[in-house]
């Protein structure tokens, strides 16, 4: 199978160097970056095959264990195909501008957690010191870490099951447990689900208008070069013959490279004749 997938990224990577010519390694081109990428991949694709298929043992710290470990880069070709999934490129990079969000809501569940143990520890468990499942509270709720690591596993899971018998006898504790699941763990989760999603969709949002005033911006730059170029042969009246054209189609061509702009250079010819 691996051989499969490297026999269709190389034959694609052929294709698009002829299609394209030298601009693929262009670095004015707007897809340079992933040409790059796609180029060492495959590279190291074939450099991996070459090393299995190859008859000669090599010792340890030889060029050929170099090249076994750049099997590891096999692992970027999931990153190549998901240039092409645009929707999980969307939603890659809406949860990398979540992080932000993510952070902040990881710091008000610290602080939530930090504060509910010290009340648990120094106001709620003091008046359980002659229980019968003491045993049990000094194990959970023994010490402020013991404490805080059991508020934790609450809040990621909250199951109060396991606090079932201490809960029955101990009211203060049942409804300190009870409000830190609803307000805390239930808050917490509920909190940090709303604002990645708000983030996600925010910076998509911003990202997607931002490459359309990009787009937009360019094209703008691409009609004002256009415009002075045919100005520089047009007449008074704005007339300009096949020869004249013809004779600034290559500066036409410098343009659309320089701009990143993909087009065949015989529609140019095409559309000047």
């Known amino acids: 199978m691996e051989f499969v997938f490297l026999g269709i990224f190389t034959i694609e990577l052929l294709m698009r160097v002829f299609v394209c010519g030298k601009k693929f390694f262009s670095y004015t081109t707007e897809d340079f970056s992933w040409n790059v990428f796609d180029f060492c991949v495959v590279l190291a694709g074939c450099l991996d095959v070459v090393s299995n ?7 340890k ?86 404490c805080m690591l059991s508020l934790f596993c609450l809040l990621s899971e909250p199951d109060l099951m396991p606090y079932w018998e201490v809960l029955e006898i101990d009211g203060i504790l049942a409804a300190f447990l009870i409000c830190f699941v ?27 208008e931002q490459e359309r005033a990009e787009a937009e911006e360019k094209r ?16 008074s009246q704005g007339h300009a013959s096949i020869e004249e054209i013809m004779q600034i189609l290559p500066s036409l061509d410098e343009l659309f490279v320089t701009e990143g702009v993909t087009f065949a250079r015989e529609d140019l010819v095409n559309t000047a004749t």
């Open 53 to 59: 298929m190859s008859p000669v043992k090599h010792n």
């Open 61 to 146: 710290g030889s060029f050929m264990t170099f090249l076994r470990i750049i099997r590891l880069l096999r692992v970027m070709r999931m990153i190549r195909l998901l240039r092409f999934l645009r929707d999980f490129h969307v939603l890659t990079f809406g949860f990398a501008a979540a992080a932000v969000a993510i952070r902040n809501v990881s710091l008000l569940m610290l602080a939530a957690i930090y504060v509910s143990a010290i009340m648990c520890v120094r106001i709620i468990i003091p008046f359980m010191q002659d229980s019968e499942h003491q045993d049990f509270l000094d194990l959970h709720f023994g010490s402020l870490r013991k």
């Open 182 to 208: 609803v307000f805390v763990s239930f808050g917490i989760v509920g909190l940090l689900t709303g604002l990645v999603c708000e983030s996600m969709f925010d910076k998509n949002d911003a990202k997607i």
């Open 220 to 235: 703008q730059r691409i009609i004002k070069n256009c415009e002075q170029i045919f100005d520089s042969i047009a007449s």
